[in-house]
T-cell receptor, first 112, second 115 residues
Framework: DAKTTQPNSMESNEEEPVHLPCNHS???????IHWYRQLPSQGPEYVIH???SNVNNRMASLAIAEDRKSSTLILHRATLRDAAVYYC?????????????FGKGITLSVRP | NAGVTQTPKFQVLKTGQSMTLQCAQD?????MYWYRQDPGMGLRLIYY???????DKGEVPNGYNVSRLNKREFSLRLESAAPSQTSVYFC??????????????FGNGTRLTVT
């Protein structure tokens, strides 16, 4: 099964950039890399996804390594509201429910 | 636009009781999912429905049944609740399962306690 590994936690200062890493060394050619975040007492929220090229949206940027075995979610200016658990998962492949697995994610703390 | 709606938000059951968790989405998505999340853990997939009329087991299906009532609705049933099923349950939907370019959209969860 193609799985992802992330550090358990990271800390950041408010208004500074944050780089959240994810390793997925067994990724297959059809897998998209997805990031979600979960605020306390809420359901996970979609952040961004990509296949090969770097992606930007209003929430974050996704940098994907050339060999696709790792990726980094970039929050350009962390705010206190960005304190959450961030999950990196792989999606793709017909009928493969293993591609729907969420690990424990990275718990991001933001210091004022 | 409500997205994914789950009911109830909270529920307390006694061991052996049954209940059905309801989920509905208004995004015309084909695929729907049920996850559970225990304290300090990630989300574990219970069942999913790739399309209307189909359901498949996920990682932790024991003790649960599901029904894809129509394209909008996907329910999760606990026939005989056990304390080990105390958890937060999340429903999600996506345009299409097996299509990686299709984000998941989650509801806000049902917090279930079994005593």
């Amino acid at each position: 099964d193609a799985k992802t590994t992330q550090p358990n936690s990271m800390e950041s200062n408010e208004e500074e950039p944050v780089h959240l890493p994810c390793n997925h060394s067994t990724i297959s050619g059809t897998d998209y890399i997805h990031w979600y975040r979960q605020l306390p007492s809420q359901g996970p929220e979609y952040v961004i996804h990509g296949l090969t090229s770097n992606v930007n949206n209003r929430m974050a940027s996704l940098a994907i390594a050339e060999d696709r075995k790792s990726s980094t979610l970039i929050l350009h200016r962390a705010t206190l509201r960005d304190a959450a658990v961030y999950y990196c998962i792989l999606r793709g492949g017909a009928g493969a429910n293993s591609k729907l697995t969420f690990g424990k994610g990275i718990t991001l703390s933001v210091r004022p | 636009n409500a997205g994914v709606t789950q009911t109830p938000k909270f529920q307390v059951l006694k061991t052996g009781q049954s209940m059905t968790l309801q989920c509905a989405q208004d995004m015309n998505h084909n695929s729907m999912y049920w996850y559970r999340q225990d304290p300090g853990m990630g989300l574990r997939l219970i069942y999913y429905s790739a399309s209307e009329g189909t359901t498949d087991k996920g990682e932790v299906p024991n003790g649960y049944n599901v029904s894809r009532l129509n394209k909008r609705e996907f329910s999760l049933r606990l026939e005989s609740a056990a304390p080990s099923q105390t958890s937060v349950y999340f429903c999600a939907s996506s345009e299409r399962q097996g299509f990686g370019n299709s984000p998941l959209h989650f509801g806000n969860g049902t917090r279930l306690t079994v005593t």
